[in-house]
T-cell receptor, first 114, second 113 residues
Framework: QQQVKQSPQSLIVQKGGISIINCAYE??????FPWYQQFPGKGPALLIA?????SEKKEGRFTISFNKSAKQFSLHIMDSQPGDSATYFC?????????????FGRGTQLTVWP | NAGVTQTPKFQVLKTGQSMTLQCAQD?????MSWYRQDPGMGLRLIHY???????DQGEVPNGYNVSRSTTEDFPLRLLSAAPSQTSVYFC????????????FGPGTRLTVL
């Protein structure tokens, strides 16, 4: 079983600001660590994922920072836009016999004000 | 490709009724799973399957049954609905070895009265 702690639960950011969402996990995992984005009334969709042997991955305005020794990773949204308003979930892969499972954080509701 | 499809989109049940939530994918993915989403609780895994004929329990399996007779379909059965099963249900699929990239369906919003 993998415990995943995501914070904050909600976040309000001004347009153009930086949004930061954090995720911590307990058990060592070896697969990619993804972030998912969910808009109201829709299913979650993969936003960005990072390999466990890399400390940072950037895709456009979205960056994952990964600290393997601390078992923490975070999502940074630069120049936040109203269209980024959504719920974000971190996920941690399992290992061993349940390889393939993802354990999700409880989500962060991001609101970006224009 | 339609991706992952779910039916129905909305459903209201009375306590004790049974029903099946349908899920289908056309991406030939081996791995399929069912999650429920409740406010403040994130996505919790109910059941999952790593291929046709193979299923296993997730975190919250009680009150639900699944089967996987084909690669494409993975229905979720509620045996005797309870108000605690009021939730939004998502089906997801992924290819083996790329389970960090799960493709989610649009969800089914279920209310049990």
């Amino acid at each position: 079983q993998q415990q995943v702690k995501q914070s904050p639960q909600s976040l309000i950011v001004q347009k153009g600001g930086i949004s930061i969402i954090n995720c911590a996990y307990e058990n060592t995992a070896f697969d990619y660590f993804p972030w998912y984005q969910q808009f109201p009334g829709k299913g979650p969709a993969l936003l960005i994922a990072i390999r466990p042997d890399v400390s940072e991955k950037k895709e456009g305005r979205f960056t994952i920072s990964f600290n393997k020794s601390a078992k923490q990773f975070s999502l940074h949204i630069m120049d936040s836009q109203p269209g980024d308003s959504a719920t974000y979930f971190c996920a941690v892969p399992s290992k061993g016999s349940t390889l393939g499972r993802l354990y999700f954080g409880r989500g962060t509701q991001l609101t970006v004000w224009p | 490709n339609a991706g992952v499809t779910q039916t129905p989109k909305f459903q209201v049940l009375k306590t004790g009724q049974s029903m099946t939530l349908q899920c289908a994918q056309d991406m030939n993915h081996e791995y399929m799973s069912w999650y429920r989403q409740d406010p403040g609780m994130g996505l919790r895994l109910i059941h999952y399957s790593v291929g046709a004929g193979i299923t296993d329990q997730g975190e919250v399996p009680n009150g639900y049954n699944v089967s996987r007779s084909t690669t494409e379909d993975f229905p979720l059965r509620l045996l005797s609905a309870a108000p605690s099963q009021t939730s939004v249900y998502f089906c997801a699929s992924s290819s083996t070895g790329r389970n960090n990239e799960q493709f989610f369906g649009p969800g089914t919003r279920l209310t049990v009265l």
